[in-house]
């Protein structure tokens, strides 16, 4: 049943759509089981909005796994979580080039468990080479982290005489983040209620349209995500203009 896709302009849709998936723990605690079983069937929510995005021409789609911040959930969570995602990745590498997906990873990867950090680099590399849905994971990712590298690296080349303070401008900066090579997204969404940015993209979501919704990331479905992208498209984006 899909009643918002149809309603959708083709011609006017979103380039790049970033999700913040929230509400796992809450959605399993709500039917009586632990937030384990909340990021399991998260799973599914990732798989249909995945296909979802592909299915209309969307061009990147950024999903918040795991935060900074949430390595600092109990070690148990933490570890399934990574199992989780990584056994994910694996098991989707073929289905991801079967539907033309590319996949990236944005984020501090070097703090992830080897094992980890080599699946995902190897489904990166199997994929590098299509050519439709760029599908763009935040792992252990925090503006103010990557906010905080593109500072350092740009003080060292004003140090090491590579730019001049008058070189440092809005392109410079956006030159030497994660998201170098992606558009700002047009649209944030966040699921479970919380309205909050919980540090994710802060510089690249200057001009995004939010929206926020009660469902929970394992309810969200094909039909929520087309109707977030409904409202975005009756929206007057204005730019300050
Ligand atoms: C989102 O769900 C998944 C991650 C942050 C990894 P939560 O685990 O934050 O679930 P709630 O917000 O506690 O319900
Ligand atoms: C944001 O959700 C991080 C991810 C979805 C990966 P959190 O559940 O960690 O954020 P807060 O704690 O509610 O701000
Ligand atoms: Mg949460």
Redo the contacts with the bound molecule.
Sequence with gaps: MSFYKEKLDKARLPKHIAII???????AKERGYD?IF??QN?VTSVREITEAAAEIGIEYLTLY???TE?WGRPQPEVEA?MELLIDTIEKETPSLNQNNIRLMAIGDLSRLPDYAREKLQRCIDQTSQNSGLTLVLALSYSSRWEITNALKNICEGVQSGKYNIDDISDKLISDHLTTKSIPDPDLMIRT?GEERVSNFLLWQIAYSELYFTQTH?PAFRKDNFYQAIYEFQQRDRRFGK
Excluded at 21 to 27: A, E, F, I, P, Q
């Design positions: 998936m929230d509400g796992n723990g809450r959605w937030r909340g990021h998260g796994a795991f935060s949430n979580l479970s990331w």
